[in-house]
């Protein structure tokens, strides 16, 4: 996947989270941290899917949503 392609995924999931009501303040804020970490260090998707499961099981019904499984 390119990385143009990266970019628009991470927006797309930056606003689901923003817009969730299945997700506290401090879990949004502490998502959306690691996800612009991870486009600083340029992680493989499948880490920042873990780091993101382990802030909530929401992620995976969100990915799933998204089409990002």
Do not use: C, P, Y
């Amino acid at each position: 996947m390119s990385s143009h392609k990266h970019k628009e995924h991470l927006e797309t999931i930056k606003d689901a989270i923003d817009k969730s009501k299945n997700l506290s303040d401090e879990q949004k804020s502490e998502s959306v941290k690691r996800i612009e970490e991870w486009v600083v260090e340029d992680k493989a998707f499948g880490t920042l899917k873990n780091e993101l499961l382990e802030i909530s099981e929401f992620f995976e019904v969100l990915f799933a949503e998204l089409g990002l499984k």
